[in-house]
């Protein structure tokens, strides 16, 4: 029933490993999204994906790539982590359609990735 | 640029009382306007959204918030606060077309027995 779900949980890994962090929506939005969250609890978007296609790419270190094999899913391959990267990683999705929209975004449950 | 200002980074409250978290938004034209909440360990929930029409709307667990014009604000109250309330809030704002939330830096609410 889960509407949108990221696995893992919880990611503990060492700097300079590459990981990656999958999300999947079963609402039929077709727009996704990654936030990072830090540890002051500031959200930021990083990318927005509609219908597989990039629309959304904030200054973000290039060793961040999504992937969005098709609209329920999104996931987040980071290279080379840093210690820096320490977050919460959450996924969101929404139904935006063309031109304006006010639907809202559903949360998943966010991903602790924490480097050591 | 458009911005999101949540002005209380921490809230106490006592239980039964009542609240008000405080939301201002700076944007061209009004956008729609979010409330989210995050428990501890937990994704962001959403409470209520404004778009457009009556400026008083109604969210879930009992929450309401004021939509005014002329303060550029979008407060959220509740008029008696239970200790499952205890969480932080994201005051949160989209343009329509821009497809991405502009967040506040949140309200850390503390209830106290």
């Known amino acids: 029933d889960t509407a949108v779900s990221q696995t893992p949980k919880y990611l503990v890994t060492q700097m300079g490993n590459d990981k990656s962090i999958k999300c999947e929506q079963n609402l039929g939005h077709d727009t996704m999204y990654w936030y990072k969250q830090d540890s002051k609890k500031f959200l930021k978007i990083m990318f927005s994906?509609?219908?597989?296609?990039?629309?959304i790419n904030e200054t973000v270190p290039n060793r961040f790539s999504p992937k969005s094999p098709d609209k329920a899913h999104l996931n987040l391959h980071i290279n080379s982590l840093e210690l820096g990267d320490s977050a919460v990683y959450f996924c969101?999705?929404?139904?935006?359609?063309?031109?304006?929209?006010?639907?809202?975004?559903?949360f998943g449950d966010g991903t602790r990735l924490s480097i050591l | 640029a458009q911005s999101v200002t949540q002005p209380d980074i921490h809230i106490t409250v006592s239980e039964g009382a009542s609240l008000e978290l405080r939301c201002n938004y700076s944007?061209?034209?009004?956008?729609?306007l979010f409330w989210y909440v995050q428990s501890p360990g937990q994704g962001l929930q959403l409470l209520l959204k404004y778009f457009s029409g009556d400026t008083l709307v109604q969210g879930i667990k009992g929450f309401e918030a004021e939509f005014k014009r002329s303060q550029s604000s979008f407060n959220l109250r509740k008029p008696s606060v239970h200790w499952s309330d205890a969480a932080e809030y994201f005051c949160?704002?989209?343009?329509?077309?821009?497809?991405?939330?502009?967040f506040g830096s949140g309200t850390q609410l503390t209830v106290l027995p």
């Open positions: 994906y509609n219908n597989k296609e990039l629309i």
């Open positions: 969101a999705s929404s139904q935006e359609g063309r031109g304006r929209s006010n639907q809202p975004q559903h």
């Open positions: 949160a704002a989209h343009s329509g077309s821009a497809r991405q939330l502009t």
């Open positions: 944007y061209g034209a009004t956008p729609y």
